[in-house]
């Protein structure tokens, strides 16, 4: 059996209304798994894993875009995550011995009917990217949502699906295929965002730091904390006890200890190699986060 996972970004993640509005959308869809969701308020985003068939995810993700374009106005919205628009990352990613054409196909369908559907411009980015510059995400969502009307009237920064007409209520979106990716922040006892940032730069692949590791350093405000916010693309390579383990020697060098660390979504066992959830302070952890457990749904 094919089967897909997406993990679709809102940029919603204040008013719990409106998240729990597009979760009731994916929880109707019988055919497909919601595993996972999960919201920030500094981030002012949300994220959504659910798992099943190509057809059927394909339909959901459309279902629940449509919801959060109704519910989200990007004109009134602010968050410490880049982003593009209301529905701003799309991603699929192929499990299994599905195959990541299969995924591209999903994407490439799915960005389409956003479009025809919806009126929301698209950017391909990863495995279904359809322009060079625009394999990986940081690239696509450079300048955020605020550049984004001057990126889209650039011939050679057109999106890839729709007009180069700016939409300030909806904005734009990305849509991916891409292996497994998995976020994870770290959370420093203390508010210094010249060092979560200086840490970050330290550790992220494209510093020198390590590989398959995204990193910014953010201020959660809410809670008057820094976040080392990241995204491991490869966390067999690079898994959480070398991340965590660097963060807190070069945050103890400036005599700050970790608070926490937290896991956005799901992550599968290959991260925790060498570790324990205790041992990285993961906070709300249990097997129901981990990829396997729901994987059994599919082969049972």
């Not at 299994?96 to 698209?122: C, Q, W």
């Not at 809670?223 to 693309?233: D, E, H, P, Y």
Request: positive net charge; proline residues 4%; charged residues 25%.
């Amino acid at each position: 059996m094919k089967i897909i996972e997406c993990v679709p970004n809102f940029s919603e993640g204040c008013d719990q209304k409106k998240v729990a509005a597009i979760a009731k959308v994916l929880e109707s869809h019988q055919h497909i798994h919601l595993i996972d969701f999960s919201s920030d308020a500094d981030h002012n985003r949300s994220v959504f894993t659910f798992l099943g068939k190509p057809d059927d995810v394909l339909e959901a993700a459309l279902a629940a875009s449509g919801k959060a374009l109704k519910l989200i106005d990007m004109r009134k919205q602010t968050g410490v995550h880049p982003r593009l628009g209301a529905v701003d990352v799309v991603p699929f990613i192929p499990l299994g011995k599905t195959k990541m054409k299969d995924a591209v196909e999903v994407a490439h369908s799915f960005g389409n009917k956003l479009y025809e559907r919806f009126g929301i411009p698209v950017y391909f980015y990863g495995f279904a990217a359809l322009k060079d510059n625009c394999a990986e995400l940081p690239h696509v969502r450079r300048g955020g949502y605020e550049a984004l009307e001057d990126k889209m009237s650039r011939p050679e920064d057109a999106p890839d699906v729709g007009g180069t007409d700016f939409n300030p209520r909806s904005g734009a979106t990305a849509v991916g295929a891409r292996e497994l990716l998995v976020a994870y922040n770290i959370n420093l006892a203390c508010d210094d965002l010249r060092l979560v940032q200086k840490i970050a730069s330290q550790i992220r692949e494209k510093s020198g730091g390590f590989q398959h590791l995204r990193a910014i350093g953010v201020i959660l405000k809410s809670r008057g904390i820094a976040q080392v916010s990241m995204n491991l693309t490869n966390c067999r390579k690079t898994p959480f006890k070398v991340v965590y383990d660097e963060v807190e020697k070069l945050a103890a060098q400036r005599g700050v200890e970790i608070l926490e660390s937290e896991l956005i979504g799901l992550a599968p066992k290959c991260a925790f190699a060498g570790t324990t959830p205790k041992y990285l302070k993961l906070k709300d952890f249990d097997k129901e986060r981990l990829l396997e457990t729901h994987l059994k749904v599919f082969s049972d």
